[in-house]
């Protein structure tokens, strides 16, 4: 598969992303919050999960534009959403390592689809990785020129509009987004992923929210 959605893959390093974007049309997804307990011999904790819900022709979308971001020449892009829901769309910022370090920037792309997928894709390669490199961090925050109205105790007000925020170095931008590709597949089951185990360890960058895609039928 060298192509997808009219895009060259081999190209992608030449895309604007923002201009890919235009291209691409607004995403149709929907994202639900949620926190979720877990015991441990600690005692019990909380965790909390963004879940992101869309056909295969929107994660393709998203895929698309994790890897103009990750190979291409700026910084972040912003992807709407077109939904009526409070999201209003997802933030994709990517860190540009030195060409001198270990997170060098790629400069191409290739993608082989895989036949088969697990519940959990990332398990347990995930607990031994360079997670600052190797793991995507998603994140909350309100939309640009709109109020957001906090809690007493900190937290975001749901209900007020907001963004999803994806970053993290080109490393962890392209697993997503070629995980995000073989999801898109049809063909392959199950029908939602976690980037992480029950309870929540490193299937993500620190700080950030669990995560959960589930793909919806046209």
């Known amino acids: ?11 992608l390093a030449l895309i604007d992303a923002n201009k890919l974007v235009d291209s691409l049309g607004s995403l149709n997804c929907t994202i639900q919050f949620g926190c979720h307990s877990y015991a441990s011999a600690g005692g019990e904790y909380e965790i909390s999960r963004i879940c992101i819900s869309s056909n295969a022709e929107n994660l393709q979308r998203l895929a698309l534009v994790l890897l103009a971001c990750a190979i291409g020449t700026q910084r972040a892009t912003f992807l709407p959403i077109d939904t009526g829901g409070p999201t209003k769309g997802i933030q994709v910022g990517s860190a540009r390592p030195s060409e001198y370090d270990s997170f060098r920037q790629p400069k191409s792309f290739t993608y082989t689809p895989k036949r088969k997928l697990k519940r959990c894709p990332w398990y347990p390669w995930s607990l ?4 600052l490199a190797e793991l995507p961090c998603f994140d909350l925050s ?27 170095y080109p490393k962890a931008f392209i697993r997503l987004a070629r995980l995000l590709l073989d999801y898109a597949n049809t063909d392959i089951p199950p029908e939602q992923i976690d980037l992480e185990v029950d309870g929540g360890f490193r299937g993500v960058s620190a700080a950030s929210y669990e995560v959960r895609f589930t793909r919806i039928a046209d």
């Not at 031994?128 to 997670?131: E, K, P």
């Not at 309100?142 to 993290?168: A, F």
């Open 1 to 11: 598969m060298n192509k997808l959605m009219g895009v060259d893959f081999k190209k």
């Open 128 to 131: 031994t990785c360079d997670g």
């Open 142 to 168: 309100y939309v640009p020129r709109e109020s957001l109205h906090t809690l007493w105790d900190g937290r975001q007000d749901l209900r007020k509009p907001h963004i999803i925020c994806i970053y993290g």
